[in-house]
């Protein structure tokens, strides 16, 4: 299959510009012309290995909340999904998004249904595939489009919050790195020119020297394998055993812990308030739900309470007894069970956890900033002092 590149005008003389892939240029003339566009210019995109080499080939969230918005808008606008998704396919550049809605355009074409043609993709979460599902049935699918954008631009915002609180730390991590490379590689060899062979040093003198030439001699060796490891075990990062590991790391981890348990609550009260806005009845809410929890052990927690539900216990009293919903939170749950308004509570616990979870980055970034520079400083320094006192020492020494 060829790629190639159009600039056409439909019948309202709107011009549309985008790439869509086809055997030849005759099948993109036509394929084009099938779409009731008149053709201004068609040309063949050359294969550019750069450009592969820096081209995404997966759908990243930020894709799949552009496909919802826009189709959620064209949808509103009274289109019918096939045309949206052309609309949309004549309109989109990355390869991946461009193959996505291809497929699916041609796949509705075949008679199958939107659920069904988007199942085949990886990057759709079963939880957006059944809301999908049930909107078909409902014929709601402009509702429930809108809610599931809603719902990915707040789960894009949540992960921007996740890496401004990592991004800081690692650079000062990699501040102090570069700083103790160019000491142990330049500053420190330098000064060992003003020992004298067979001259006594101090022993604080020695270990920093046989650190140093530790460094110059394995430092390489120690970067690669760091390298090594973190790409082995981002290549692994879906196995059992990784899977089980970072878990562990999310749940006992003192600070993360408390993170972790912000944002398990965040998705799993954002899940349940989309479903059941959207007509989803409890029980099924709550399994779909449950499949967005990252946390085994939470997963475990509430997989129990919706066993109790089912055996005819109250809502609040069943999953108040797992992590998610402290006393506070239960008791709005209680609320909304004996008014009838879950999914209004649903949706505030979900906002209130997002507040506390933004106002725990703030916290966090500006009291992990003085502690990261004064560790800095501390292991430099302690560095520098070890120098002064040698120098000292050295100088001190009778001829």
Known sequence: MQRYKFTAYNSSGVKQQ?????????????????????????????????????????????????????????????????????????????PALHTLLSNTLNKLKQGSSLSDALSGEPAFSSLYLGLVKIA?????????????????????????????????PSVILAVCLLALAF????????????????????????????????????????????IGTAYFMWQQRQSAFMQQFFASVREKMPVVKNANLLTERIRFNSALATMLASGVAIDRALKFATQTLQTQSLRFEVESAAEQIRRGNGLAKSLSETRLYPAYYAALLAIGEESGALTGVFAEIADRSRQVFYSWVTRFTALLEPLLIMFMGLVVGSIVVVMMLSITAVTDMPL
Do not use: C
């Not at 592969?52 to 997966?58: D, P, T, V």
């Not at 954008?149 to 890496?163: D, H, R, V």
């Open 18 to 94: 985008g790439v869509l892939e086809a055997a030849s240029e005759a099948e993109a003339r036509k394929r084009l012309l099938d779409d009731n566009l008149l053709v201004a210019e068609l040309t063949e995109q050359q294969n550019n290995q750069q450009a592969a080499l820096f081209a995404s080939n997966q759908l990243s969230l930020q894709d799949i909340e552009f496909f919802t918005s826009e189709l959620a808008l064209l949808l509103r606008s009274g289109l019918k999904i096939d045309k949206g998704l052309a609309i949309l396919k004549h309109n989109v550049q990355k």
């Open 136 to 168: 078909e049935e409902t014929g709601d699918l402009a509702g429930v489009f809108a809610r599931l954008s809603a719902e990915l631009k707040y789960q894009l915002e949540l992960n921007s919050k996740i890496k401004q609180a990592l991004v800081y």
């Open 183 to 226: 000491i142990f590689n330049f500053v420190i060899p330098n000064l060992s020119g003003m020992f004298r062979e067979g001259q006594e040093l101090p022993g604080y003198t020695q270990a920093l020297l046989s650190l140093s030439q530790f460094m110059q001699q394995y430092q390489w060796f120690l970067l690669f394998g760091i």
